[in-house]
Each structure stands twice: as structure tokens, then as C-alpha cells.
């Protein structure tokens, strides 16, 4: 009796944990999830494998993926989300669906300025890139704003984050599917493909990407806000049209900074040096932006007191909360994910060269991989609701690192679609689980004083070192072949195991046992 009741407990605590999928805030997060994921492969891996057809060098379309670097320095004007309102649309929509929206639209605009340039003509190029940063700027905009929503639909909830980061995660891969495998079956039905380019396909592929974005706009419409909007963010104040112009001007010295020392670095044919050059210009370029900034507070253009609280007290509460773990966490949050992404932005050049289809490419990577990450992340979010999260991110990293290299054997093998479909689906089940945990990791790192910014803080750093790295992919494969890369990608992973093991010696989360 004993033993039959204890049995027919776990059972119905396993179905407790499947029905909370029902609830409506998972639900939410399926269609806000579907508005992130359609953006993302419109830079990487599709915008790849059309510049690619365009005869763009492999070299240029990687690094095309530092389009996406809006996404590692979203923390930046993440506090400007929190703190300003928008004229007309916060007092209409409350603060969350009034910067959702615009995020939105502005995604739409850039996908649309995207399909209005052919790669393919000389001088073009600039001007794509240009594009895809405002893409890449809007999407990472986007997700900061459902990432705050997310995490106050379940405010002080573990096991619902861990819930609604798996049907986010589903709705992600969903617009995924949409963008990738759907926007590669557009491109070849339309006529274009690599023997024969014609920008007219990828042209009005582009233009229904645009047209997909109205899932997100429509469901921004029909949900509610979290919770009231401040009265301070719908009064109109010079001090917010200052913040902006202060944001602004940092932002040009980036830029600007950027480009200087760009003409005053040497170049250099090696990855590793090419890497480490970069990195000392990025370094460099932040640097003078954070002393502009600094400066235009000290000329009073804006207080002290309101840069201190826009931008200082979010990270000094981390840090008053967490004391030494706090560094430890950061690091393990800023390389988590580095051996997937890392990987993941030569993958779509990786096949076409091992001689695979785009036809091939949609049907495994772009369709059966997403059904196995959604599974992945499915898993992942049921296991987070019954075991510790430390325990769940150390499967996930060594499983990451491990599937890595199957792709090393894909590379000796060529041209083999079963072994390709096996790869594929190692690889994104681990990454669908891993995503999922770790979604419900950082929520509950997380201040629900400072949910916008500190979460924007946290999915930043986790981009930020794999995409820099991650541009110079097609660099390190010319070098060492895609055996060696695969490889050294598994690698880069390990060290992360080291961090977990220190993080949860330091640090008790508010997790399952």
C-alpha cells in the first residue's frame, strides 16, 4: 500500500508540473517568445547564407554576426526602459506594452530596409550592415522588455520561471523555424540558391519576415501589464529628454571610437591576435563612452543623482546582495553558453560546405533541430521544477561541450545526412535544456526592483564574449579546418564546470532541492 501510494504521488506531482504548461502566463510567453526568435536568424544564419550566395567572403558574412552585439550591450539602455516613459503610448498602453510596441515596429523597419538592398552590388554592403545593427538594436530592445515582463508575471516563482522560460524558449523556436527553415524555403522557391543568386527571392522572402512581426504587435495589443505604471514615468520631465541626449552622445563616442581605432590597430591574418586586437578596441571604445558619460554628468547635463540611480544602483544592489560570489557569478554567466554560440554562428556555412542542400539544411537544422530544442527545453523545465537548478546547469554545460563533437565527426565524414540528423539532434536537445535552466537561473538572480535592467545586465554578458569570439569563426576555420574548430569549441566549454562547482559552494538559490 505504501509502495503504491508513494508511486501514485509521483505521478500526479508529474502531471501537476505538465498542467502548470496551461497556465496563461505560459501561454504569454509561447507568442512573446515567437516575436523574439523571428528577428534573430534574420542576422545570423539565414542574412549568412544569403550574403553568401551574394559571393560575399566567408570571412565578411561572420562577421556580419556583430550586428548582433546589441544583444551583449542591451544593459546599457536597459535603464532607460525602466525609467522613461513614451509620450502618448505609456499612459495608453502602461510601460512595458508602450516599449514592446515600438520595439516591434522598429524590427519591422529593419527587416524591410534589409530586403531593399541587394548584397550582391558594390558599396551595398555598408549599408545591409547598417540595417542589420537597427535590427539588432530593436530585437535586443524587445527582449529586454519581455524579459522584465516575464519575471514580473511570476514574481519570487522558481519553478514558474523555469515553466515559462520552456514556452518561451518553444515560441523562440518556433519563429525560428519561421525565419530559418521558412525563409530558406521562400529563398528557393522564389529562385534563388547557390548556383544561381537572385536577390528578387531573398527580397520578398525579407518582406514576409516583416509581415510575420504583426504575431508580436497583435499579441502586445491583448495582454496586460504587469503591474501599474509608476505616476513618475507619465510626467513629463526635462530631466528624461537630458538622460536621452546623454545615452546619445555615449553612444557616438562608441562609435566614433570604434572607427578610430580601427584605422589606428594593426591588421592581422592570425585569429587569436585578430581576436585579442579586437577585444583591445572594444575595450578602448567602452572605455571613452563611460567618460563622455562620466564628463556630461560632472558639466551638469544631467544630475548625479539620476545617473546614479538609472545606472549605479542596479549593479550595486547585485553586489550588496551576492558580496565575493558576485564575480564568480558573473563569469560563469558570461561563458555559460560560449561553446553553443560560438559554434552556432558558422553552422549554416558549416553544412553548405560539407556539401548539404538549403532543402537539407531547412529539413534538419531549421525544422527537426527547433522540435528538438523545443523538446530539450520542455525537459528542462519540468526537471527545474523537481531538481536543483546547479545540479540541472552542470548537465547542461557538459552536455553543450560534449555535442560539439559530433560535428568534428560530421566534418571527417562529409556529405551524410543520417549522421548530420544524429548531430543535430544531440546538439539542440542539449541546448534547449541548458537554455531553459538557465533562464531560471538568472530570473532568480534577479531584483524584482531592477528586473529590466539586472536580467538585461546578465543576458548581455552571456553574448558577449561567444559573439565576439564567434565573428572570428570563419577566421579559425581558414586556419585550423572545421575538425579543429569543432574541437576547440568542446574545449572552451570545460572551464565552465569550474565555475559551477565554485558558484554553488557560495551561493544558495531559492531552488528546488
Known amino acids: 500500500m505504501t509502495s503504491s501510494s508513494s508511486l501514485s504521488r509521483k505521478r500526479n506531482s508529474w502531471q501537476q508540473a505538465l498542467a502548470v504548461y496551461g497556465d496563461r502566463r ?6 512573446l517568445g ?13 542574412l549568412s547564407l544569403w550574403l553568401r550566395e551574394a559571393g560575399v567572403e566567408r570571412s565578411t558574412v561572420t562577421m556580419f554576426s556583430w550586428a548582433a552585439l546589441a544583444y551583449s550591450f542591451k544593459f546599457v539602455w536597459a535603464p532607460l526602459i525602466d525609467a522613461l516613459p513614451l509620450p502618448g503610448l505609456t499612459r495608453w498602453l502602461g510601460r512595458r506594452r508602450a516599449w514592446l510596441l515600438v520595439a516591434q515596429l522598429l524590427i519591422v523597419i529593419a527587416i524591410l530596409w534589409i530586403a531593399l538592398i541587394d548584397p550582391h552590388l558594390s558599396g551595398s554592403l555598408m549599408y545591409m550592415a547598417f540595417a542589420a545593427v537597427l535590427l539588432g538594436f530593436s530585437s535586443a530592445t524587445q527582449d529586454i522588455v519581455v524579459d522584465a515582463y516575464r519575471i514580473e508575471l511570476a514574481e519570487h516563482d522558481t519553478a514558474m520561471q523555469s515553466v515559462m522560460a520552456a514556452t ?8 525560428m523555424v519561421i525565419a530559418g527553415a521558412g525563409a530558406l524555403f521562400l529563398a528557393d522557391v522564389f529562385g534563388s540558391n547557390g ?29 496586460r501589464e504587469t503591474q501599474p505604471t509608476p505616476k513618475s514615468l507619465t510626467q513629463h520631465n526635462r530631466e528624461y529628454a537630458r538622460l536621452v541626449l546623454v545615452f546619445a552622445l555615449c553612444v557616438v563616442a562608441f562609435i566614433g571610437s570604434i572607427q578610430i581605432i580601427g584605422l589606428v590597430l594593426p591588421e592581422s591574418a592570425s585569429p587569436l591576435w585578430g581576436f585579442a586586437l579586437g577585444s583591445i578596441r572594444l575595450l578602448i571604445s567602452i ?9 556630461l554628468v560632472k558639466a ?22 551576492y558580496g565575493k560570489a558576485a564575480l564568480w557569478l558573473l563569469a560563469l554567466i558570461g561563458l555559460y553558453r560560449i561553446s553553443d554560440i560560438v559554434s552556432g554562428v558558422i553552422s549554416n556555412v558549416f553544412y553548405e560546405d560539407m556539401g548539404f542542400s538549403k532543402t537539407e539544411i531547412a529539413a534538419a537544422v531549421k525544422t527537426f533541430g527547433v522540435i528538438m530544442s523545443i523538446g530539450g527545453g520542455f525537459v528542462g523545465g519540468l526537471l527545474a521544477q523537481r531538481y536543483s537548478l546547479m545540479k540541472l546547469m552542470a548537465v547542461g554545460a557538459i552536455l553543450a561541450a560534449l555535442t560539439n563533437l559530433l560535428f568534428v565527426g560530421l566534418a571527417w565524414r562529409g556529405h551524410d ?6 548531430a543535430v539532434a544531440a546538439d539542440n536537445l542539449a541546448s534547449g535544456l541548458a537554455g531553459a535552466v538557465f533562464v531560471a537561473f538568472l530570473s532568480a538572480l534577479t531584483s524584482i526592483r531592477f528586473t529590466a535592467v539586472q536580467y538585461a545586465i546578465f543576458s548581455s554578458l552571456m553574448t558577449l564574449i561567444p559573439k565576439t569570439l564567434g565573428g572570428y569563426s570563419g577566421t579559425i576555420v581558414d586556419h585550423i579546418g572545421y575538425p579543429g574548430f569543432f574541437t576547440f569549441t568542446a574545449l572552451i566549454g570545460a572551464p565552465v564546470l569550474l565555475l559551477i562547482y565554485q558558484v554553488n559552494r557560495m551561493v544558495r538559490l531559492n531552488d528546488n532541492p
Do not use: C, K
Request: glycine fraction near 6%.
Open 168 to 175: 518561451y524558449n518553444a515560441g523562440y523556436r518556433i519563429g
Open 287 to 295: 572605455a571613452v563612452a563611460v567618460a563622455v558619460g562620466l564628463i
Open 195 to 223: 548556383t544561381h543568386y537572385q536577390y528578387q527571392a531573398w527580397q520578398h522572402t525579407y518582406f514576409i519576415m516583416a509581415s510575420v512581426m504583426l504575431v508580436g504587435i497583435i499579441t502586445t495589443f491583448i495582454i
Open 34 to 46: 515567437f516575436s523574439s526568435g523571428v528577428p534573430l536568424l534574420l542576422i545570423f544564419s539565414t
Open 300 to 321: 551638469g547635463m544631467v544630475s548625479a543623482e539620476t545617473a546614479r540611480t538609472t545606472w549605479l544602483n542596479p549593479i550595486l544592489d547585485f553586489f550588496n546582495r
Open 26 to 31: 505560459a501561454l504569454t510567453m509561447l507568442f
Open 417 to 422: 545526412v543520417v549522421f548530420m540528423y544524429l
